[in-house]
T-cell receptor, first 110, second 114 residues
Framework: LAKTTQPVSMDSYEGQEVNITCSHN???????ITWYQQFPSQGPRFIIQ???TKVTNEVASLFIPADRKSSTLSLPRVSLSDTAVYYC???????????FGSGTRLQVQP | EPEVTQTPSHQVTQMGQEVILRCVPI?????FYWYRQILGQKVEFLVS????????KSEIFDDQFSVERPDGSNFTLKIRSTKLEDSAMYFC????????????FGPGTRLTVT
């Protein structure tokens, strides 16, 4: 499993764009990059997944450079309800056991 | 939007008692999982289940734990003799035939062992 490193915490204000970067230097050829969000006392929620370049959905964008050794989750115009822990997971999607790290605790203030 | 449901939301039990946590995965999903999260700690994988058998389990999932899909909709986690250290949030998740990393989690059952 590729080891991931992401900031322990980040602070932002409502309306700002938030970028959370995850390092995964030993990512393997078959690995995908997946981000989850978790609110207190709730289960993790899938946000986005990508392999290379850029992926965008209604919630976020995921930027992956050509070397794939890092990725950036971008949340446009955050609101208070985006306050949560964000997890970067890297692995072969054929392996079904998700391994969560400590994540990045995002605090959005008014 | 379909969702994973879990019951009960909170279970309090005494040490040594058996507990069964219940989950209803998303109806057309084929893979089912249990995770747990001890308060303030990481989400930990316990077990995955496919085609009526365990496909993968972690070191946490010892002989005290078992899973079952008793009918076409429910998926259960049984802890035979609970210990204090089993106190945690237990999350059920399910995923479709593709996109194993796209798992849908339930709201969790908070298990408190006294």
């Amino acid at each position: 499993l590729a080891k991931t490193t992401q900031p322990v915490s980040m602070d932002s204000y409502e309306g700002q764009e938030v970028n959370i970067t995850c390092s995964h230097n030993n990512i393997a050829t078959n690995d995908y990059i997946t981000w989850y969000q978790q609110f207190p006392s709730q289960g993790p929620r899938f946000i986005i997944q990508g392999y290379k370049t850029k992926v965008t959905n209604e919630v976020a964008s995921l930027f992956i450079p050509a070397d794939r050794k890092s990725s950036t989750l971008s949340l446009p115009r955050v609101s208070l309800s985006d306050t949560a822990v964000y997890y970067c997971l890297v692995g072969d999607t054929g392996r079904r056991a998700l391994t969560f790290g400590s994540g990045t605790r995002l605090q959005v203030q008014p | 939007e379909p969702e994973v449901t879990q019951t009960p939301s909170h279970q309090v039990t005494q040490m040594g008692q058996e507990v069964i946590l219940r989950c209803v995965p998303i109806s057309n999903h084929l893979y089912f999982y249990w995770y747990r999260q001890i308060l303030g700690q990481k989400v930990e994988f316990l077990v995955s289940f496919y085609n009526n058998e365990i496909s993968e389990k972690s070191e946490i999932f010892d002989d005290q734990f078992s899973v079952e899909r008793p009918d076409g909709s429910n998926f259960t986690l049984k802890i035979r003799s609970t210990k204090l250290e089993d106190s945690a949030m237990y999350f059920c998740a399910s995923s479709g035939a593709r996109g194993a990393y796209e798992q849908y989690f339930g709201p969790g059952t908070r298990l408190t062992v006294t």
